[in-house]
């Protein structure tokens, strides 16, 4: 393997690895924000304990995504120093206002949430949760204005050899960021609540502190159902904003070969790439996917073959991610919406239904990581779309290294990851701490 | 006139990276021969656990400031340091994570385990910056296309050694005086004592740098054209030599105080040193990265400008808040309570 797929492999290994905490950060701060609040203005030490309960399961996550995100900020430069000299007037400025606005304001006040809990009034150390939250989702913005102008470059002229600003205002407000922004954080919330349904109604099952996670379990069920439908719906625009901006990765996320007016939505299909073709299509809507995905259902799709092959990202890998992403994201709208209908008497709930909650924790983190799929391999060969290939992109440096560091990045990783899912599984199963504890 | 400015404001976060983590690299690296029990363990951990989180945001502020202000020399730096630079982040990642894990099972081996993942990953950061830096103060065997043409060998020259060594020891004084501010007792005792001892060693490694600097690299080119420059590293003698003056009247604050300085000091002595250099080549100094060859935009770095000078004041005020907050010391009944590390 050569460096440039190497570093490939170490960036989507350290990208999916690091996204694999940030959706719950972003989610469950504001869950538990709500909660502290909720005690704040009640009084009821019973959301002062959830707070606390659900705020360890949150730092023990918390801190594995903060120092997987370093590795990612560092690996521009170790590993892709083409993209960063040929883009880092852009690219590397969105970077550095995130650690200055959004990373610092995080960091800072999460320590002062929690050891802050004797030092400060109840109301000031509610501003503290909200001061997190707002910066774990301010940092969620730039982060993905950054992302989306890899997607779709604009406000730059090509100068001096490279991209360079002319329109700030144009980066940081495009309609594509705005909505990539959205998806990812309604996303992230469905997960958060689909992550709290799932734990409580582990407990609610056994029947144990049934107040506790009751409680917990109707405030995740509004959650998950508006978020979860909010994702269907903004996702829908983020794939019309996609198939303006990005004509090669629409073509393979729904594998359609030629181009052609009024082109139908096959509910099955099967990529044959090296043949150029679908080997199976069934079930073909007339019309529906050029009105789905270009607003007119007599509008014409460009295929795949319309691009030189050289430009076309990889189909079967792009297509499938996607398809199973919309199923997931589906398949949450509808668990969501029975879970609000079920919330105000969940103790009665189906036991088998309860369960199935549980069980479905891991299946927003499967559907945020093949979004990630979608957007980063879809947009290939590009590093960023139209402008610059990620083949152009690597830094000059010996393919030994990368591969040590892989090897090292998949280790640690793996050791990493093994040891937050047992801390997180074995807070989550525990019983919350009695009242009396933590009134001290 | 930008790029001067951001020269500096590149210095100046770094030295504040030094100046914030610094005592928390230089604890954790203590931890194992300071701390002798668990009770004590979890003091040192606690000592540190409300300020290592925001100040490992000063990293990563001044790493994407280089990749914003100076991309070409974010490219270049980072690649041709890729070996330590991914050895820093793995350390820095096992540090942090020791932190949040350890106290969650009651288990010896496992607490063993991520005690040692606390001092490894403080100790390789402490000293792989310290080698990085005085590699890039000497120059490093980079051609004009930004290849860089050495191993990870090639850092670990005697001055690249000493440097490490440098860091190590500011960071170790640095950590044993937040060890004696934040804990009392017998621990407090040794917190104390370490910084006493180790101060002897700093002070040596001090002057043998000053001394290297000086036949390694060309550093004091600058001061030399520029005499009422020294007084930079004037500041980190005479802070040094504070250090060890509150350390024998047992004021602990201002001892702490005068190490960050001497920190703070130390990393500029190099910083201004080294410009216009940012990244110096031993090939041909043609190739050396500058702030005016590798910066970005002007329009990139005016608006860089207007959010530092906005964002970072505000930073300092909340960051100093912070620490005004928890600067109390830990005590037992701190680790009574259930959010304790």
């Given amino acids: 393997m050569d460096v440039v797929m190497l570093s490939r492999l170490q960036f989507a290994v350290a990208t999916l690895f690091h996204f694999w905490f940030v959706p719950l950060t972003l989610g469950l701060t504001v869950l538990i924000a709500i909660m502290e609040t909720k005690y704040v203005r009640t009084g ?16 023990i ?37 995130e650690a200055t606005v959004a990373f610092f304001l995080e960091s800072t006040f999460i320590a002062v949430w929690h050891f802050g809990w004797r030092k400060l009034s109840p109301k000031a150390h509610c501003v503290t949760i909200w001061l997190v939250a707002i910066g774990s989702n301010m940092s969620a913005y730039w982060i993905l204005v950054a992302n989306s102008w890899m997607q779709h470059p604009v406000g730059y002229v090509i100068r001096n050899g490279r991209a360079e600003l002319v329109d700030f205002w144009a980066v940081v407000t495009q309609p594509f960021a705005v909505i990539t922004f959205l998806h990812v954080i309604v996303a992230a919330y469905t997960l958060a609540g689909f992550f709290v349904l799932g734990v409580s109604a582990y407990h609610i099952v056994r029947k144990r502190n049934l107040s506790f996670f009751d409680k917990s379990f109707r405030m995740a069920a509004v959650f998950a159902l508006i978020f979860s439908v909010a994702t269907v719906a903004i996702g829908d625009l983020h794939g019309k904003e996609m198939a303006k901006a990005q004509p090669t990765k629409l073509a393979a996320v729904e594998s359609v070969w030629e181009t052609r007016k009024g082109a139908p939505f096959y509910l099955f299909l099967v990529p044959d790439e090296a043949n150029e073709r679908n080997s199976v299509e ?48 589906f398949l949450f709208a509808l668990v969501g919406f029975i879970a609000w209908l079920k919330r105000k008497k969940v103790e009665r709930a189906n036991p088998l239904f309860l369960r199935l909650l549980t069980w479905m924790i891991p299946l927003p983190y499967v559907a945020a990581s093949l979004g990630w799929i979608v957007t980063e391999v879809g947009r290939q060969p590009w590093i960023v779309y139209g402008v610059l290939k990620t083949s152009q992109s690597a830094s000059p440096v010996a393919g030994y290294q990368v591969a040590i560091s892989l090897a090292a990045f998949i280790v640690v990783y793996t050791l990493l990851g093994l040891a937050a899912f047992y801390l997180i599984y074995k807070h989550a199963t525990k019983d919350p701490e009695p009242l009396a504890e933590s009134s001290a | 006139m930008l790029e001067t400015i951001w020269f500096l404001l590149w210095g100046i976060l770094w030295a504040v990276y030094f100046m914030t983590d ?23 951990y606690n000592a540190m656990g409300p300020f290592w989180d925001g100040n490992e945001v000063w990293l990563i502020t001044a790493g994407g400031v280089t990749f914003a202000a100076f991309p070409t020399t974010y490219a270049v730096m980072f690649s041709a340091l890729y070996s330590p630079l991914l050895l820093i982040l793995f350390g820095l990642i096992v540090r942090a994570v020791s932190f949040e894990f350890r106290g969650k099972v009651d288990n010896p081996a496992w607490k063993k385990f991520w005690d040692f993942c606390l001092f490894i990953g403080s100790f390789l950061p402490a000293l792989l910056f310290g080698v990085a830096f005085a590699n890039i103060f000497r120059g490093i065997p980079i051609d004009a296309n930004g290849v860089y043409h050495g191993t990870i060998l090639t850092l670990l020259n005697p001055y690249g050694i000493l440097g490490g060594l440098l860091f190590v020891l500011l960071f170790l004084v640095h950590g044993a005086l937040w060890l004696a501010i934040k804990t009392e007792g017998d621990i407090h005792d040794r917190g104390g004592a370490t910084a006493s001892k180790i101060w002897v060693v700093l002070l040596v490694a001090a002057v043998a740098f000053l001394i290297a600097t000086w036949f390694a690299t060309s550093l004091y080119n600058n001061y030399l054209s520029y005499p009422i420059l020294l007084v930079i590293p004037l500041i980190a003698v005479l802070a040094l030599l504070a250090t060890r003056v509150f350390i024998a009247k047992k004021a602990w604050w201002k001892a702490w105080f005068a190490s960050s ?38 329009l990139t770095l005016k608006i860089m400008l207007g959010v530092a000078l906005v964002c970072v004041p505000i930073v300092i005020i909340y960051q100093i808040w912070t620490y005004n907050l928890f600067k109390d010391k830990v005590t037992d009944k701190d680790l009574s309570y259930d959010e304790a590390y």
């Fill in chain 2, 261 to 298: 300085a001497t920190i703070m000091f130390t990393t500029l002595f190099g910083v201004i040193g080294l410009y216009p250099n940012l990244l110096p080549s031993s090939l041909d100094p043609a190739a050396s990265l500058t702030a005016f060859n590798s910066s970005s935009s002007p």
């Fill in chain 2, 22 to 44: 610094g005592f928390d690299l230089g604890l954790g690296t203590l931890s194992p021969f300071v701390a002798k029990n668990d009770t004590e363990k979890r003091l040192v």
């Fill in chain 1, 282 to 329: 069934i079930l073909g809507i007339p019309k529906f996917l050029s009105w789905l995905a270009l607003g007119d259902s007599n509008a014409e799709f460009k295929g795949l073959k319309s691009f030189p092959k050289e430009e076309r990202p990889p189909v079967a890998l792009v297509f499938w991610s996607f398809r199973i992403m919309v199923g997931l994201g």
């Fill in chain 1, 44 to 59: 009821n030490e019973e959301y002062k304990r959830m707070a606390k309960w659900w705020g360890k399961i949150f730092l």
């Fill in chain 1, 61 to 97: 996550n918390f801190v594995v995504g903060v120092v997987t995100g370093i590795t990612l900020e560092f690996q521009f430069g170790t590993n892709w120093s083409g993209y960063s000299k040929y883009v880092g007037d852009i690219f590397g400025s969105l970077l550095a206002i």
